[in-house]
Nanobody, 124 residues
Framework: QLQLVESGGGLVQSGGSLRLSCAAS????????IAWFRQAPGKERVGVSC????????NYLDSVEGRVTMSRDNFKNTVTLQMNAFNPQDTGVYYC?????????????????WGQGTQIVVSP
């Protein structure tokens, strides 16, 4: 059974950088759309970035524009999210997710397979 496993979260100082990774195990995600979402404490889950099955990248959060880069390796079934210049508002749980269609979406309701999430805490 296909599963997604995130890694790379932790405690980071404001202005710092982290590289999150997500790997698929138990199968191949093929040409599915793969996305990163995040959920801040007490808030809804929101889309950060997505790469479609066509390989087109979409960014969804104005607050992270210019600070995040998502990449995808279909041979290794991995995606990464490089994030720079953290601020405390970036604190939250970051999730990797996929949906078995080509096109991206910024709605969590359109995704049906989720990783367990990786926590990021940004200190002032």
């Amino acid at each position: 059974q296909l599963q997604l496993v995130e890694s790379g979260g932790g405690l980071v100082q404001s202005g710092g950088s982290l590289r999150l990774s997500c790997a698929a195990s138990g199968g191949d995600w093929g040409f599915s759309a793969i996305a990163w979402f995040r959920q801040a404490p007490g808030k809804e889950r929101v889309g950060v970035s997505c790469i479609s099955g066509y390989g087109i990248r979409e960014n969804y959060l104005d607050s992270v524009e210019g600070r995040v880069t998502m990449s995808r390796d279909n041979f290794k079934n991995t995606v990464t999210l490089q994030m720079n210049a953290f601020n405390p508002q970036d604190t939250g749980v970051y999730y990797c997710t996929m949906k078995p269609v080509l096109a991206c979406s910024n709605s969590p309701r359109n995704f049906d397979l989720w990783g367990q999430g990786t926590q990021i805490v940004v200190s002032p």
